[in-house]
């Protein structure tokens, strides 16, 4: 798919210098062009892979049919449906050893189960047998949860454990980053960007700027508002310069990949360039490709 993409990129470049007519609006297509490939690079892995073949059971000791698991192998989240033996494969893992999580939320029940365990994942794969056990209880387990739940797409389960935090009235620093996740909940899922934006406004009013700042351009840039987002975002890091979401998996770096993409999008390429050359170095391995995919195009 990453090279169907780049190849259709490729091709509006040439058609670009042809003509001077519609250069604009080719440069819109573009850059919608850029944006996807950006999305696609983020979300591809690298390297030789294998993958995880298990089984699960419900607490009562009956295989776990038709169960839908969130399963999580070194922070990244999996979402899978068990057959009717319990039985379910997860492909595309990387090599080496590898520590899993996987919780269930039974709903004739209202619980929330879980499992966790290592495996060491080869090219022939690895088995695993998961018991599913315990309530997930407390504000880091809830949060956690609901962190793994918003990055597999798991909305239902997420608002639930995200009002199951609500109900413990959290204080201080765990107040401030409940709503940071009802903001990310709401964008994310589309539920409301009104809503997540007054969330993150109240984060941003009660003490964690960069945090609450990174959400409202997020809000922004899908409202198609790319100068609030990048003016957000340059607040964000004017507040804390090394500024970094481990929850998002999202690096300084990264995050500045992000800013130069909303100069992009309106047409600061100067700015974009600077950006991308000066202050993204800091990012991850996918960031960087993105990175030098922006360069690529804006450079030739």
Not at 43 to 61: D, L, N, V
Not at 104 to 118: I, N, P, T
Not at 125 to 144: N, P, T, Y
Not at 189 to 207: D, N, P, R, V
Request: charged share 20%; net charge positive; hydrophobic share 40%.
């Amino acid at each position: 798919m990453v090279s169907r993409i780049a190849s259709k990129i490729q091709s509006k470049s040439r058609q670009l210098g042809s003509g001077q007519s519609a250069s604009k609006s080719r440069r819109k297509s573009l850059i919608s062009g850029i944006v996807l490939l950006c999305l696609v690079l983020l979300a591809a892995g690298c390297g030789p892979k294998g993958y995880i073949e298990g089984t699960a059971y419900h607490p009562s000791g009956k295989v776990l049919g038709g169960g839908e698991l969130l399963v999580s192998v070194d922070g990244k989240t999996h979402v899978v449906v068990t057959g009717a033996d319990g039985t379910f494969r997860i492909s595309g893992i990387a090599l080496g050893s590898r520590q899993i999580k996987i919780s269930f939320y039974d709903s004739a029940a209202g619980e929330r189960y879980q499992w966790e365990g290592a495996v060491q994942v080869g090219i022939q794969g690895a088995k695993i047998r998961v018991e599913l056990s315990g309530v997930l209880q407390g504000f880091d387990e809830l949060i956690q949860a609901v962190w793994r739940q918003l990055a597999g797409g798991q909305w239902e389960s997420a608002k639930k454990n995200l009002e199951a935090i609500t109900a413990y009235a959290p204080q201080g620093d765990d107040e401030i980053t409940c709503r940071l996740a009802w903001g990310w909940y709401y964008l994310r899922s589309g539920e409301s960007c009104q809503k997540a934006k007054q969330c993150f406004e109240k984060a941003l009013s009660t003490g964690k700027e960069a945090e609450a700042r990174v959400g409202l351009a997020a809000v922004e840039a899908a409202s198609g508002q790319y100068s609030l987002a990048a003016s957000h975002l340059e607040q964000a890091f004017a507040a804390k310069p090394n500024l970094q979401l481990d929850y998002l998996d999202l690096t300084t770096g990264d995050l500045q990949v992000a800013l130069a993409s909303y100069y992009l999008q309106i047409g600061a390429d100067a700015k974009t360039i600077q950006i991308l050359k000066q202050k993204a170095q800091g990012a991850s391995a996918r960031g960087r490709e993105v990175r030098d995919k922006l360069l690529l195009f804006l450079e030739g």
